[in-house]
Nanobody, 114 residues
Framework: QVQLVESGGGLVQPGGSLSLSCAASGNIFTIKGMGWYRQAPGKEREVVARFTRNGTPFYRDSVKGRFTLSGDSDKKMVFLQMTNLEREDTALYSC????????WGQGTQVTVAL
């Protein structure tokens, strides 16, 4: 069984910054991908940033230049540094790990508002 625990969400004003962390534990053999997704109310879940199997980071266009994905493979952790946050970034952010199948964390809420 694989567990993912996220932390770091919160309320921030537009233009502010937040950092998210995700720690994976359990029976993990080969990580084929790991990263962050988000789901805003009334919208479908979408990828935000993730590492592909070869370690290349992928970002959705709307966060390029504002969000930075990093990771610690030994600790099985990924981090998302978010800067210049916009109201449209408000969502539940969930960590995803893909090994033989996909695993999800509970999610952490990010709210960008005055």
């Amino acid at each position: 069984q694989v567990q993912l625990v996220e932390s770091g969400g919160g309320l921030v004003q537009p233009g502010g910054s937040l950092s998210l962390s995700c720690a994976a534990s359990g029976n993990i053999f080969t990580i084929k991908g790991m990263g962050w997704y988000r789901q805003a109310p009334g919208k479908e879940r979408e990828v935000v940033a993730r590492f592909t199997r070869n370690g290349t980071p992928f970002y959705r266009d709307s966060v390029k230049g504002r969000f930075t994905l990093s990771g610690d493979s030994d600790k099985k952790m990924v981090f998302l540094q978010m800067t210049n946050l916009e109201r449209e970034d408000t969502a539940l952010y969930s960590c995803n790990l893909y090994e033989s199948k996909g695993y999800w964390g509970q999610g952490t809420q990010v709210t960008v508002a005055l």
